[in-house]
């Protein structure tokens, strides 16, 4: 069983800056995917960002390329996601994800809201 826990979430304005944690627990952190997710009011749960257990490997979705950046410091078991040049579009519910030994994310944490205004 692997726990997942966000911090990091609050308000900012339009042009600010946030960066979310993830903590996970269990010996094997750098055998997970890691990925970061979000859904807006009245919206469906969209992907925003994930990095590669082994090769470190980044991809990010259209609307925050650029913008944001995920990373992961396996000695401590989290994963981040530094958010810059924040939107008005950008505020939702932010999911941390692992994907351990299948093809879909199988652990998800309680999520952080992030609230950015104009």
């Known amino acids: 069983q692997v726990q997942l826990v966000e911090s990091g979430g609050g308000s900012v304005q339009a042009g600010g800056s946030l960066r979310l944690s993830c903590a996970a627990s269990?010996?094997?952190?750098?055998?997970?995917?890691m990925g970061w997710f979000r859904q807006a009011p009245g919206k469906e749960r969209e992907f925003v960002a994930d990095i590669m257990r082994s090769s470190g490997r980044t991809s990010y979705a259209d609307a925050v390329k650029g913008r944001f950046t995920i990373s992961r410091d396996n000695a401590k078991n989290t994963v981040y996601l530094q958010m810059n040049s924040l939107k008005p579009e950008d505020t939702a519910v932010y999911y941390c994800?692992?994907?351990?030994?299948?093809?879909?994310?199988?652990?998800w944490g309680q999520g952080t809201q992030v609230t950015v205004s104009s």
């Open positions: 994800a692992a994907r351990v030994f299948t093809v879909d994310y199988n652990y």
């Open positions: 269990g010996r094997l952190f750098s055998s997970y995917d």
